[in-house]
Each structure stands twice: as C-alpha cells, then as structure tokens.
C-alpha cells in the first residue's frame, strides 16, 4: 500500500517569505508524486507532478518540488509568499487497486500568508 | 476547454432521504473518479470508471452509495438514506486514460457540497 504524510496541518508566513510545505511518501514501487492547491470554495487544482526523469519539478505560481528518494519526500516550496499564495495544500501517490490509478491524498495543510 | 463540472454545488438534505450528484467529465476523458472529502477523513478515493471496464468499488463506504456512468461520459453518485456522517463535499475528477501510460493527470471539478441535517 502507498501513503503520503504531510507534515505540519497549519503552516503560517509573511508576505516574501520561503515557503516549505512538507511531505513525505511510502512505496514499494517507484511513485508518481502530486502537488494540488485547493482555494476556498474550489476544486483541487494541480500544481505540479513527478512521474520520472528530473527530479526538480517546477509546477505554476512559482512552486517547485525536488524529489527525494533517500529521504522519501517530495517537499513543496516556492522562494517568495505572496498573499494569493493562500490556500490549502494537498500531497498525493498515485496507487493502483487492480486496474485502477487512484490518488491516495495526504491530510492537507493549510498556508497562511500574513503581511 | 471546459472543465469538469458538478452537479448541485450545494445540497443541503434531511436524514433518510436519497440524493444524487452529477459530475459531466472533460471532453474525451475515458477515466472518471469520485472522491470524498470530510473533516477529519480527508480526502478518501471512493470509485472509479474507466471506458466499458467494471467500475472499481473498493473505495465505497457502505452499500447505501452507488454511482453509474452513463454512455461513458456524466456520472451520477447516489447516496441512499442519508445519514449526518455522509456530509462532506464530494469531488469529481477526469483524465484521459490511465493505462499504459507514464504521466495521469486528474483535473478536478468544484465538488458538491452535502450537508445532512
């Protein structure tokens, strides 16, 4: 079975700062790693993905993940806040049940940009 | 393109009663996915169509919910005698064919709101 933690479910910033958002994995195969942003009232929107090849993936809006698999992680960042930047956070492994390729989410995390 | 979109986007239900939620896919998109997420649950993978193949169940709480897939294309969830447990926003996603290939991207609708009193 593959799982994803995110750790920390609230994670606050000033305007300009690093964000860190983290996650980490658990596969016995190779995974195909997700970063989804969901604003309020949204669907989930896809900021970037790792299937293979370059292990830094640059996604939208400026976010970036590198994908570790010493460390099993495949951490979300992006160098300079904005307020905009404010929503919440979702990590995912791509599973397979039989046929099937469903995305097994990590619990979220929630950003706060303040000024 | 359009997106997915889903159908109420709020539903506000008595206990017992049934509802159903609609989700018309992308364009295209063989692949179908329903998703609920709750407080303090997540967001749980609840079934999956793919072309004429048999659905894949497995995510599916209980034998009160149920969903079809209509000529391959829109989607509905039933849920039958609701119970408070069941309010969460249910998350419809596509993508164009999972099988036998390297990258899979689900696009996702806004979801449907359900709230059970």
């Known amino acids: 079975a593959q799982s994803v933690t995110q750790l920390g479910s609230h994670v606050s910033v000033s305007e300009g700062a690093l964000v860190l958002l983290r996650c980490n994995y658990s596969s016995s195969v190779p995974p195909y790693l997700f970063w989804y942003v969901q604003y309020p009232n949204q669907g989930l929107q896809l900021l970037l993905k790792?299937?293979?090849?370059?292990?830094l993936v640059k996604g939208i809006n400026g976010f970036e993940a590198e994908f570790k698999k010493s460390e099993t992680s495949f951490h979300l960042t992006k160098p300079s806040a904005h307020m905009s930047d404010a929503a919440e956070y979702f990590c995912a492994v791509r599973s397979y049940t039989g046929t099937a390729s469903k995305l097994t989410f990590g619990t979220g995390t929630r950003l706060q940009v303040t000024l | 393109g359009a997106g997915v979109s889903q159908s109420p986007s709020n539903k506000v239900t008595e206990k017992g009663k049934d509802v159903e939620l609609r989700c018309d896919p992308i364009s295209g998109h063989t692949a179908l996915y329903w998703y609920r997420q709750s407080l303090g649950q997540g967001l749980e993978f609840l079934i999956y169509?793919?072309?004429?193949?048999?659905?894949?169940k497995s995510g599916l709480p209980s034998d009160r919910f149920s969903a079809e897939r209509t000529g391959g294309s829109v989607s509905t969830l039933t849920i039958q005698r609701t119970q408070q447990e069941d309010s969460a926003v249910y998350l419809c996603?596509?993508?164009?064919?999972?099988?036998?290939?390297?990258?899979?991207?689900?696009?996702f609708g806004p979801g449907t709101r359900l709230l059970v009193l």
């Open positions: 790792y299937t293979t090849g370059a292990t």
């Open positions: 169509f793919q072309g004429n193949s048999a659905p894949d």
């Open positions: 996603a596509s993508s164009r064919d999972p099988r036998g290939r390297r990258e899979e991207t689900q696009y």
